[in-house]
C-alpha cells in the first residue's frame, strides 16, 4: 500500500522537536531549485527591509517563545 502524505504527516507531527526540525530543512531544502526566482527576489528584498527596519530602530524583535503566546492569545487558544 502506498503511503499517503496524510500518514508521513501523522509519523512526522509524531517525531522530537529536533526531529521534525531536521525534516523541515530536509523538505525545504529539496525545494531549492523548484523556487521561482521572482518570488525568491521579493522574499529577499522583504528580508532587507524588515533588517533594516529593525537595525534603525523602527521595528523591534520578538523573542519566539513571546511571538507565539501572542498569536495563540489573539486567536483565543
Not at 12 to 18: D, E, F, H, S, V
Not at 44 to 70: F, H, N, P, T, Y
Request: hydrophobic fraction near 40%.
Amino acid at each position: 500500500m502506498a503511503t499517503t502524505v496524510d500518514q508521513v504527516a501523522t509519523d512526522a507531527l509524531g517525531l522530537p522537536t529536533r526531529s521534525r526540525a531536521l525534516l523541515v530543512e530536509k523538505l525545504l531544502a529539496s525545494l531549492a531549485g523548484e523556487t521561482d526566482p521572482a518570488m525568491e527576489r521579493t522574499h529577499l528584498d522583504e528580508v532587507r527591509r524588515r533588517r533594516a527596519a529593525v537595525r534603525a530602530g523602527d521595528s523591534k524583535l520578538v523573542d519566539g517563545d513571546e511571538a507565539m503566546r501572542q498569536v495563540r492569545s489573539a486567536l483565543g487558544k
